[in-house]
């Protein structure tokens, strides 16, 4: 059965730092590339970064990038997400997602979702 | 950014009933499209992706079609199980989803 579990969430000021991870199980996690989609009530599901299978290639929202920084320990099966400088438009419920194709491309579809870690930026 | 823009914005039906649910693509995308469900309390799961191919277990009762800019999702009979709310999403031009359909 395949699993993802994240956690990392939480409160933090603006400005502040949080570092998302996502432990996964039931599938071979080396080969598949993975993603974070955040969803919240203003802004709905918003794709924020994806990494390839092997780590080497990753992807950022524009609205994201340069703040935060998305790696992956196929060792450890496990998928993080460090988000610096943060605002309070980064709130949301975060969902840690699997690529729906083996050796996939990172913008795609995605078949296995985790369910989700609530981010909370206020001061 | 290729904005998505699903209409309508709820449907109102009653179990037994057809649901047919509409995502419009402000550019083609080809068959780029999936169509998630999102239950209460829930992350999304995918039901179809490339337009009309159904996901790993999905009811035979979810079906997707169009291309370009026009795609539909229909719920042949709906269960109760299938009140919820449904997103598109494109993979065509980075990665955009669509606001969303209740379906109550």
């Known amino acids: 059965e395949v699993q993802l579990l994240e956690s990392g969430g939480g409160l933090e000021q603006p400005g502040g730092s949080l570092r998302l991870s996502c432990a996964v199980s039931?599938?071979?996690?080396?080969?598949?590339?993975m993603a974070w989609v955040r969803q919240s009530p203003g802004r709905g599901l918003e794709w924020v970064s994806g990494?390839?299978?092997?780590?080497?290639?990753?992807y950022y929202a524009d609205s994201v990038k340069g703040r935060f920084t998305i790696s992956r320990d196929n060792a450890r099966n496990t998928l993080y997400l460090q988000m610096n400088s943060l605002r309070a438009e980064d709130t949301a419920v975060y969902y840690c997602v699997k690529d729906r194709f083996l050796y996939g491309t990172l913008i795609s579809y995605f078949d296995y979702w985790g369910q989700g870690t609530r981010v909370t930026v206020s001061s | 950014e290729i904005v998505l823009t699903q209409s309508p914005a709820t449907l109102s039906l009653s179990p037994g009933e057809r649901a047919t649910l509409s995502c419009r693509a402000s550019q083609s995308v080809s068959s780029d499209l999936a169509w998630y469900q999102q239950r209460p309390g829930q992350p999304p799961r995918l039901l179809i992706y490339?337009?009309?191919d159904r996901a790993t277990g999905i009811p035979a009762r979810f079906s997707g079609s169009g291309s370009e800019t026009d795609f539909t999702l229909t719920i042949s009979r709906l269960e109760p199980e299938d009140f919820a709310v449904y997103y598109c999403?494109?993979?065509?031009?980075?990665?955009?989803f669509g606001g969303g359909t209740r379906v109550e």
């Open positions: 039931g599938f071979t996690f080396s080969n598949y590339a």
């Open positions: 990494v390839s299978a092997g780590g080497g290639s990753t």
């Open positions: 490339d337009a009309s």
């Open positions: 999403q494109q993979r065509a031009n980075w990665l955009t």
